[in-house]
């Protein structure tokens, strides 16, 4: 069964960067598009971006000037980092898997960002 | 980036009646359209694929239709654990994008 993990800090203070690692357990890691997407409390989903296993991506317009992601595939793990965090992106954060369709989602990961 | 527009934000039905939910999309996905749905707290969960393909594991009383602009989900029967967030999103263009999500509440 695939199992996506997401992990890194809770709270982030405003102007600092956001990091995020999602772990992959349970099936291939190779040939598919590890996709970010978050939702503010109580809203609606947002897609960030994804990247490819060999390192392609592709961001989010809206946040395309702040937003970078990597891969680590001896790891199985794929990561997020966003600077200048304002308190508009508190949220939560998901990494899912994408072949087509959005099939595997994380549980995941409450950003606040307050000082 | 294509907007998708759901409504009504709210239905409210008892268990066993049929619900219906739209999704319009403002430009053509073709079927490339997907349904979602999110109980709280949790990750939402993939329901219907390209417009009417089930995902694995999902009741046969979901099902999905459309094409183009306008794009509907029907649960058949409703049941207790249906009461969640349902969410439509489009693959034909990037950026992906979501609708705003209908919730279906069980009296």
């Known amino acids: 069964q695939v199992q996506l993990q997401e992990s890194g800090p809770g709270l982030v203070r405003p102007s600092e960067t956001l990091s995020l690692t999602c772990s992959v357990s349970?099936?291939?890691?190779?040939?598919?598009?590890w996709t970010w997407i978050r939702q503010p409390p109580g809203k609606g989903l947002e897609w960030i971006g994804y990247i490819y296993n060999g390192g392609s991506t592709n961001y989010n317009p809206s946040l395309k000037s702040r937003v970078t992601m990597s891969v680590d595939t001896s790891r199985n793990q794929v990561s997020l980092k966003m600077i200048s965090v304002t308190a508009a992106d508190t949220a939560v954060y998901y990494c899912?898997?994408?072949?087509?369709?959005?099939?595997?989602w994380g549980q995941g990961k409450l950003v606040t960002v307050s000082s | 980036e294509i907007l998708l527009t759901q409504s009504p934000a709210t239905l409210s039905f008892s268990p066993g009646e049929r619900a219906t939910l739209s999704c319009r999309a403002s430009q053509s996905v073709d079927r490339y359209l997907a349904w979602f749905q999110q109980k709280p707290g949790q990750a939402p969960r993939l329901l219907i694929y390209?417009?009417?393909n089930r995902a694995t594991g999902i009741p046969a009383r979901f099902s999905g239709s459309g094409s183009g602009t306008a794009f509907t989900l029907t649960i058949s029967s409703l049941e207790p654990e249906d009461s969640a967030v349902y969410y439509c999103q489009q693959r034909h263009s990037w950026p992906l994008t979501f609708g705003g999500g209908t919730k279906v509440e069980i009296k």
């Open positions: 899912a898997r994408q072949l087509g369709y959005l099939d595997y």
């Open positions: 390209d417009t009417s």
């Open positions: 349970g099936g291939s890691f190779n040939n598919y598009y």
